[in-house]
Nanobody
Framework: QVQLVESGGGLVQAGGSLRLSCAAS????????MGWFRQPPGKEREFVAA????????YYADSVKGRFTISRDNAKNTVYLQMNSLKPDDTAVYYC????????????????WGQGTQVTVSS
């Protein structure tokens, strides 16, 4: 079992930055691919970024490429999402998710997810 708890959301002006954190419990964290998804108001949940257990491979949605960076610290059982140059369209609830299969995670299938953290970007 893996439990995920997100933190770091908040209100920020357009152009600003935030760093989200996702703390995971469980001894098998390092064997899981991890990702971030978001759900804007009134819309479906969408993929944002994912990183493999080996850290060297990461993937991003086109809408955030070049602005967001996903990283992980397996020693701390934590995955991060550094968000720069934020736009009002980035406003959403951001969820952390984990799955043993990175390919599944990239297309929106995952075994574990957190409760979400709100990110609001004002114009």
């Amino acid at each position: 079992q893996v439990q995920l708890v997100e933190s770091g959301g908040g209100l920020v002006q357009a152009g600003g930055s935030l760093r989200l954190s996702c703390a995971a419990s469980g001894r098998t964290f390092s064997t899981y691919a991890m990702g971030w998804f978001r759900q804007p108001p009134g819309k479906e949940r969408e993929f944002v970024a994912a990183i493999g257990w080996a850290i060297s491979n990461s993937y991003y949605a086109d809408s955030v490429k070049g602005r967001f960076t996903i990283s992980r610290d397996n020693a701390k059982n934590t995955v991060y999402l550094q968000m720069n140059s934020l736009k009002p369209d980035d406003t959403a609830v951001y969820y952390c998710a984990g799955d043993r299969d990175l390919s599944r995670l990239r297309v929106g299938f995952y075994d574990y997810w957190g409760q979400g953290t709100q990110v609001t970007v004002s114009s």
